[in-house]
């Protein structure tokens, strides 16, 4: 299974960072060489130059501490790198933060395009689940209590449906998120002359972004837009991740993570077989919910641009990266090698004796003589069922008032779970079929 988390490290790297810089800068020399705006040969100088191994990186921080200025200092190893001459074309008429944008926006499309790729992989593996066990019975819980009989097929289809929504909104959103930045200091673009939009045009063409409508230097809907989407999945993740945590417990046993040889659970207590990486999912999950609200609260930019947002937004947009991968990773391995034990599922059911298809009798007791009234009796003798710890369907047979409507067989059968998990199955294997088109 491959890991996007260390690609994403890797791209997220100061490497990475200054690459994506530099590679902003080579399309914006050769916009304006195709242009006539700088000379040919200073756009294959800055081009052949404009990569991290052909810059004395060693020297930066030298120069950062006079400059004070992350951009400038890498301009000025470019500079130097590109030769004398044509040296003097690198970032003509860009702002730092034209750069500094455009370069994350970057890092976001390969960010964007590997959580497909795993959002497909974790669909493919959900899509799996929910057909294999379509028609297995569980027990549905509501407010952690024991409800109505549903099946664990379509459990993992509602799950599916969660995410298949994730996807469809990073689908959605590389139109507004994948966007160039360049407009000059101030947005107006006056530093390029009449050329302002065709340098847009043939750099959104070299970067593979889209060409901005204006500049969005003081807008920064386009990041929050990314980390939101980046938390909707970390939250489905982590739902998914909470529930088989729950399932795991010793008295649930229902599902598990998959837990490989030499793998140990506890220091001290041998026996342990902890839910160890749906807890790291739940974590990365709430790292993401804080992070992506930190996002928005740097939104509020005033007049034409400051840096304030500047201080932490990129280390908050490169760690919702870093935590969402590693929950794509995580999620991805869980659902794929999710154990299921469908006995412990069959054994719950049977738990408390008939007592969670209470509905069920009470419904066909309803249409004889009334739901309310049906309502009344039921609930009188469940309830006596329970806390006297006496067989449910004992107690309905020799009640007069049930006797006298349902016979012992029909109560028999109303008390099969199978008889009540409703269209179940076939939610869950439709909702399959319109995932598997979403992921084709």
């Not at 130097?80 to 933060?97: N, V």
Request: proline share 2%; net charge negative.
């Amino acid at each position: 299974m491959r890991k996007i988390l260390p690609e994403i490290e890797e791209i997220l790297s100061e490497k990475g960072l200054f690459s994506r810089w530099l590679m902003v800068e080579k399309a914006l020399a050769n916009a304006q060489a195709a242009l006539d705006i700088i000379p040919q040969k200073a756009a294959e100088d800055i081009s052949a130059n404009a990569k991290v191994e052909c810059l004395e990186l060693e020297k930066y921080n030298e120069i950062y501490e006079k400059t004070g200025h992350p951009m400038v200092s890498l301009l000025r190893l470019l500079e130097k790198a590109a030769g004398e001459e044509s040296g003097q074309y690198i970032h003509l008429g860009a702002t730092t933060q034209d750069i500094i944008d455009t370069g994350m926006v970057l890092a976001l499309k390969e960010m964007l395009e590997r959580t497909e790729e795993k959002l497909c992989s974790i669909l493919t593996s959900v899509c799996n689940l929910a057909e294999k066990y379509a028609d297995t019975p569980m027990m549905g819980r509501t407010h952690n209590i024991q409800a109505l009989p549903i099946t664990f097929g379509y459990k993992a289809a509602v799950w599916g449906g969660e995410l298949g929504r994730c996807l469809d909104r990073i689908k959605e959103s590389k139109e507004r998120v994948l966007v160039l930045q360049l407009s000059g200091a101030v947005g107006s673009m006056v530093s390029f002359g009449e050329n302002g939009a065709q340098i847009q045009r043939l750099m959104a063409q070299k970067l593979k972004l889209n060409v901005p409508d204006i500049c969005w230097h003081a807008c920064r809907d386009r990041y929050v837009e990314f980390a939101n989407d980046m938390a909707y999945i970390g939250g489905a993740l982590a739902r998914i991740a909470n529930e088989v945590y729950l399932l795991m417990g010793t008295e649930f046993g229902e599902l598990s993570e998959y837990w490989g040889e030499g793998r140990v659970g506890s220091s001290t207590m041998p026996h342990k077989v902890n839910p160890t990486s749906t807890q790291h999912m739940q974590a990365k999950a709430t790292h993401l919910r804080y992070h992506s609200a930190q996002i928005a609260e740097l939104s509020l930019v005033d007049h034409e641009r400051n840096m304030q947002h500047f201080i932490g937004e990129r280390k908050l947009m490169e760690e919702i990266c870093i935590y969402a991968a590693e929950l794509l990773d995580r999620g991805d391995e869980l659902l794929e090698t999710l154990v299921v034990n469908t006995d412990k599922m069959k054994e719950n059911i049977a738990l408390l004796g008939g007592l969670t298809q209470s509905e069920h009798v009470m419904l066909a007791l309803g249409k004889k003589i009334g739901k309310q009234h049906a309502h009344h009796i039921i609930n009188e003798i469940a309830v006596r069922s329970f806390k006297e710890k006496k067989n449910f369907e004992e107690e309905l047979c020799k009640d007069k008032r049930v006797n006298c409507v349902l016979i012992p067989e029909e109560i028999h059968d109303l008390l099969d779970p199978m008889e009540y998990i409703g269209k179940c199955p076939e939610m869950a294997r439709q909702e399959v079929e319109i995932l598997r088109k979403k992921i084709q």
